[in-house]
């Protein structure tokens, strides 16, 4: 995945703005299973707006470890 900038944004329409993360492939696994596709935009997760790369690794990672860890604590 990588960063939407000003040049991807102005490429695709629908994009109003340089924000989100571009897939730039995908392996196979869930992802993949789930029909993300190479040059999909990713601008909401989880009910959250995705500003970048880093803000969407960040929402995967909390899901994750929600998902692996909550049985454990509870």
């Known amino acids: 995945i990588q960063d939407v900038d000003e040049d ?3 490429s695709i329409d629908g ?3 340089a924000a989100g993360a571009v ?3 995908v392996p196979e696994g ?3 299973d789930a029909g993300i596709l190479q040059g999909d935009v990713i601008v909401i997760f989880d009910g ?3 500003e970048d790369v880093r ?3 960040r929402f995967v990672c ?3 470890l929600l998902i692996n860890l909550a049985p ?3």
């Open 8 to 10: 991807i944004a102005e």
């Open 15 to 17: 994009l109003d703005r």
């Open 23 to 25: 897939v730039t492939g």
């Open 30 to 32: 869930p992802s993949k």
């Open 48 to 50: 959250h707006e995705v």
């Open 55 to 57: 803000d969407f690794t």
């Open 62 to 64: 909390k899901i994750y």
């Open 72 to 74: 454990i604590i509870t």
